[in-house]
């Protein structure tokens, strides 16, 4: 069973930037993929991003498209997603999420991913 361990969030003005980082303890591959979700109070959990473990496929979510980049460091078995232009709707606590055996089409749903990290609180304020 792969472990994740998130690290970064916290407060920015709105417009500024935070950088997330997920280090993954375990064995990763064969389709494998790590990435990020999250939940504001009151809402659903939804996808944000997600790379595959060789780094040929990202997926974003359409309002962070343009404003957050996620990247893997396979040697150092990190993902990091660089956010920029915050916006107070990014508010919430983002999940890394790690996978092996994910089909294409499934990258993005929150059950194909089988190990989560407890969170971490991105506050953008207005």
């Known amino acids: 069973q792969v472990q994740v361990t998130e690290s970064g969030g916290g407060l920015v003005q709105a417009g500024g930037s935070l950088t997330l980082s997920c280090a993954a303890s375990?064995?990763?591959?064969?389709?494998?993929?790590m990435g990020w979700f999250r939940q504001a109070p009151g809402t659903e959990r939804e996808f944000v991003a997600t790379?595959?473990?060789?780094?040929?496929?990202?997926y974003y979510l359409d309002s962070v498209k343009g404003r957050f980049t996620i990247s893997m460091d396979k040697a150092k078995r990190t993902v990091t997603m660089q956010m920029n232009n915050l916006k107070p709707e990014d508010t919430a606590v983002y999940h890394c999420?790690?996978?092996?055996?994910?089909?294409?089409?499934?990258?993005?749903?929150?059950?194909?991913?089988?190990?989560w990290g407890q969170g971490t609180q991105v506050t953008v304020s207005s």
């Open positions: 375990g064995s990763i591959s064969n389709k494998g993929a």
């Open positions: 999420v790690a996978g092996t055996g994910i089909i294409t089409s499934r990258l993005r749903a929150a059950d194909a991913y089988r190990s």
């Open positions: 790379i595959t473990w060789n780094g040929d496929l990202t």
